[in-house]
């Protein structure tokens, strides 16, 4: 591109961009569509509608990673023009936030509740880093390399105790109270 052009029209609630090339970026936001720019022209080439509010954007091997309102994570294809992958759901509905590029093909993805959730190119849950824990009402070592943790809410916490990676057990439908394991950790009352 040979210089920037501040005045595109960007629309309003622009919440987030990535750059696919030098040459083309990518904006997304609160008007449910993704548009892709063509920097030496300063106009849209193309856009893509989302069907959501999107919150962030990454790019991973050419595709752009968006998350948005739905708690979803979904791949897009700007040579197909259309959605070519998306996350399962996961048993806790995510609010995400934001997310962004982690290593070559992982991404990092951040809710709502300050989660820190690390996937990899598929949307397969790497790690589950708790950033707001609330209420710790209860807290048991034991069950394996992990410390279990009853967090004002209906979902038990399993923290590993070297590198605090988190599971979130989810069924339960009201507060927990008390957390506790069998001597040899292998039951998790």
């Known amino acids: 591109s040979s210089g920037i052009n501040a005045e595109w029209p960007l629309r309003p609630g622009v919440t987030g961009i990535v750059f696919l090339r030098d040459d083309t970026m990518v904006s997304a936001g609160r008007d449910k569509v993704l548009n892709q720019w063509d920097l030496d022209e300063g106009r849209v080439k193309v856009t893509l509608p989302v069907f959501e509010t999107l919150e962030g954007l990454a790019v991973i091997n050419d595709l752009v990673v968006t998350c948005g309102d739905k708690g979803i ?3 897009w294809d700007f040579k197909k023009q259309s959605c070519v992958g998306e996350q399962e759901p996961l048993p806790l509905k995510r609010e995400y936030v934001q997310i962004m590029n982690f290593e070559q093909s992982k991404m990092i993805a951040v809710t709502f509740d300050q989660n820190v959730m690390i ?3 598929n949307f397969k849950l790497e790690k589950n880093l708790i950033g ?3 209420e710790i009402i209860d807290v048991k070592r034991g069950f ?7 967090t004002n809410s209906e979902q038990i916490r399993l923290v590993h105790k070297d590198t605090l990676a988190t599971t979130i057990l989810t069924g339960h439908t ?3 109270l008390a957390v506790d394991t069998t001597c040899d950790g292998e039951i998790l009352a």
């Open 73 to 75: 994570l979904r791949k």
């Open 119 to 121: 996937f990899d190119n």
């Open 132 to 134: 707001f824990n609330d």
């Open 144 to 150: 394996g390399d992990h410390i279990v943790m009853a």
């Open 174 to 176: 009201s507060t927990i």
